[in-house]
């Protein structure tokens, strides 16, 4: 290797980070030793430096912030026959057991033993080296460069939401609530599976503006709540704002086969199960209050299909290199923001004020790997 330092940009403690040198990790017979060059930031990386946990995971010791990773094989374990030094890989983040009866049964996902990038009590890939088994490093083909390769993780999110669990094919219609980076990448994954109508739902008119542009067909900016108005009669009278005004119907060929919820927001996901059609999908990959209100009677009446997403799990890495390799998302357009690896804190501060100091607003930034 031609450094020998592992600088590493570690989380502290809540608001606090600091630059380390870390010992270069070891690899076994079966792993690769990867130098990290772009890592994009990812809102649970922001959670953990605002907050010190998600739900049950607590930041107790230092830690290594980033997942969403890719660089150059720079070393290989003595049964590695795939990958070869030199080689450009997207990094999927977590090793699970490989022994469980959720490993066996194809949901790696849900392996209760997963050792996960940034998820305490394990460091991150924001460092000079991270070593993982050879077959989480996925070669980029030639025409991918490795920002793309870095958002392989949040489009394999998308992938496994759209097309793994929702099933999604051609000439159907989704609806996706929250035009965030997971949001506008399950939109990408719509259309480029041959979606017929991908309606984006957000807040936000900056958002839905980029929606547009990139892979919404239409788009709604939902009203605020009257005064008074209580959380569940809002929630049924702006799904009839958005049925009314996009002339969507419960059943037929005007109707949403899949809804995914990439907000999180309460009133989002109760919308969702109330636009859906009649035997349709609901998807929940967004995160937001741990116990909700949601509308049993319609879920039950309608016959839905109500699942949630973790994740990714077995071929969706490969489907999501595929889809941009061919040219059917497009991932770098995304990538508002680049860093040196010296102003990762920068980045951060950026993907927080949503803004950067240009006065762009942030979609996704990318730290590159130090130097």
């Known amino acids: 290797m031609a450094n020998e330092s592992n600088r590493s940009f570690v989380l502290k403690?809540?608001?606090?980070?600091?630059?380390?040198?870390?010992?270069?990790?070891?690899?076994?017979?079966?792993?690769?030793?990867?130098?990290?060059?772009?890592?994009?930031?990812?809102?649970?990386?922001?959670?953990?430096?605002?907050?010190?946990?998600?739900?049950?995971?607590?930041?107790?010791?230092?830690?290594?912030?980033?997942?969403?990773?890719?660089?150059?094989?720079?070393?290989?374990?003595?049964?590695?026959?795939?990958?070869?030094?030199?080689?450009?890989?997207?990094?999927?983040?977590?090793?699970?057991?490989?022994?469980?009866?959720?490993?066996?049964?194809?949901?790696?996902?849900?392996?209760?033993?997963?050792?996960?990038?940034?998820?305490?009590?394990?460091?991150?890939?924001?460092?000079?080296?991270?070593?993982?088994?050879?077959?989480?490093?996925?070669?980029?083909?030639?025409?991918?460069?490795?920002?793309?390769?870095a958002l392989m993780e949040p489009l394999s999110v998308g992938i496994h939401s759209v097309s793994t669990l929702g099933q999604f094919h051609s000439n159907q219609s989704i609806a996706v609530f929250g035009a965030g980076p997971v949001g506008l990448l399950c939109m990408a994954v719509a259309r480029a599976l041959g979606a017929k109508r991908v309606i984006g739902i957000d807040i936000v008119k900056e958002r839905l503006a980029f929606a547009t542009s990139y892979a919404a067909t239409d788009v709604f900016l939902p009203p605020k709540p009257e005064e008074g108005e209580n959380k569940i009669d809002y929630s049924r009278r702006v799904t009839d704002l958005l049925a009314k005004g996009l002339d969507i119907e419960q059943r037929g060929p005007k109707a949403i086969d899949l809804v995914i919820d990439a907000s999180g927001a309460e009133a989002c996901i109760r919308m969702g199960i109330y636009l859906v059609k009649y035997g349709g999908t609901h998807i929940q990959v967004g995160m937001g209050s741990p116990e909700i209100v949601l509308p049993i009677t319609t879920l039950i009446a309608k016959e839905l299909r109500v699942l949630g997403s973790f994740r990714y799990g077995p071929g969706d890495y490969n489907l999501a290199i595929s889809l941009v390799a061919q040219g059917k998302i497009d991932v770098k357009s995304l990538i508002t923001h680049e860093y040196p690896f010296e102003k990762a804190d920068e980045a951060f501060a950026t993907t927080r004020a949503g803004k950067g100091a240009d006065g762009k607003g942030v979609i996704k930034a990318v730290i590159n790997g130090p130097k």
């Open 13 to 149: 403690g809540v608001e606090s980070t600091a630059f380390e040198e870390r010992k270069i990790p070891e690899i076994g017979a079966h792993d690769v030793l990867v130098e990290v060059k772009k890592t994009g930031i990812c809102g649970s990386d922001i959670h953990y430096l605002a907050h010190g946990r998600i739900g049950d995971f607590v930041v107790k010791e230092p830690m290594v912030l980033g997942h969403e990773s890719a660089g150059i094989v720079v070393a290989t374990g003595s049964l590695v026959k795939d990958l070869k030094v030199g080689a450009k890989v997207a990094l999927e983040p977590g090793r699970s057991c490989t022994r469980c009866e959720s490993c066996k049964s194809g949901r790696y996902q849900l392996c209760p033993d997963m050792i996960f990038a940034a998820t305490p009590p394990y460091d991150g890939t924001l460092a000079r080296y991270y070593s993982l088994p050879a077959d989480l490093a996925y070669e980029l083909p030639a025409n991918m460069s490795l920002e793309e390769g």
